[in-house]
């Protein structure tokens, strides 16, 4: 059924529009996605009432190629090969509505680690911030396991609650 498939056939099945990085927009392309209904975010953008602000985080496993890597496919890859694809540069979303602030980041590494981008995660997260603390981070439970590491995230999000997700261990 529909819930088996890929998330770019799915969005090919219920017509919805996907947001995401150019590499995001070649995985669901390759997976039958009209290229006019994926939108690359470049910089802020708004859904409805709400505001996304992308942010480049680091992927879990940052040095790992088919997992942590910025590559960004240039062509629409093998719809079969997608699950080892890299993944374009990691975003998380700073999601900004009359309600509040909400940092959504379901995948993270340490801010100093190197997937070969060469971006500085510190400056990427402070400059997105804009040093406002958030209402709610919706973040992976279990990717990092040193204190030093999550202190680096939360001495910036400074949230008032926190949602963890992804526990996978």
Same mark, same amino acid.
């Given at each position: 059924g529909a819930a088996r498939l890929?998330?770019?056939? +799915?969005?090919?099945?219920?017509?919805? +529009?996907?947001?995401?990085?150019p590499t995001t927009c070649a995985i669901a392309r390759s997976q039958g996605l009209e290229a006019e209904r994926c939108v690359p975010f470049s910089g802020e953008f708004t859904v409805g009432p709400l505001s996304f602000t992308p942010i480049r985080t680091p992927h879990w496993w940052a040095d790992? /190629?088919?997992i942590g890597s910025h590559?960004?496919? $240039?062509? @629409? !890859?093998d719809p079969e090969a997608v699950s080892a694809? !890299?993944?374009?540069?990691?975003?998380?979303?700073?999601? *900004?509505? *009359? *309600?509040? +602030?909400?940092?959504? #980041? =379901?995948?993270? @590494? !340490?801010? @100093? /680690?190197e997937d070969g981008s060469g971006v500085d995660f510190v400056a990427a997260m402070d400059s997105g911030l804009s040093s406002q603390p958030v209402d709610l981070w919706v973040m992976c439970g @279990?990717?990092?396991? *040193?204190? =030093?590491?999550? #202190? /680096?995230?939360? $001495?910036?999000? #400074?949230?008032?609650a926190i949602l963890p997700l992804h526990w996978d261990s």
């Amino acid at each position: 059924g529909a819930a088996r498939l890929p998330a770019g056939r +799915r969005a090919v099945e219920w017509g919805a +529009r996907v947001y995401g990085s150019p590499t995001t927009c070649a995985i669901a392309r390759s997976q039958g996605l009209e290229a006019e209904r994926c939108v690359p975010f470049s910089g802020e953008f708004t859904v409805g009432p709400l505001s996304f602000t992308p942010i480049r985080t680091p992927h879990w496993w940052a040095d790992v /190629a088919s997992i942590g890597s910025h590559a960004v496919y $240039e062509t @629409d !890859p093998d719809p079969e090969a997608v699950s080892a694809a !890299p993944n374009g540069g990691m975003y998380s979303l700073l999601i *900004e509505g *009359e *309600e509040g +602030r909400i940092f959504f #980041q =379901d995948s993270m @590494d !340490p801010l @100093d /680690a190197e997937d070969g981008s060469g971006v500085d995660f510190v400056a990427a997260m402070d400059s997105g911030l804009s040093s406002q603390p958030v209402d709610l981070w919706v973040m992976c439970g @279990d990717c990092l396991s *040193e204190p =030093d590491a999550l #202190q /680096a995230y939360t $001495e910036r999000l #400074q949230p008032t609650a926190i949602l963890p997700l992804h526990w996978d261990s």
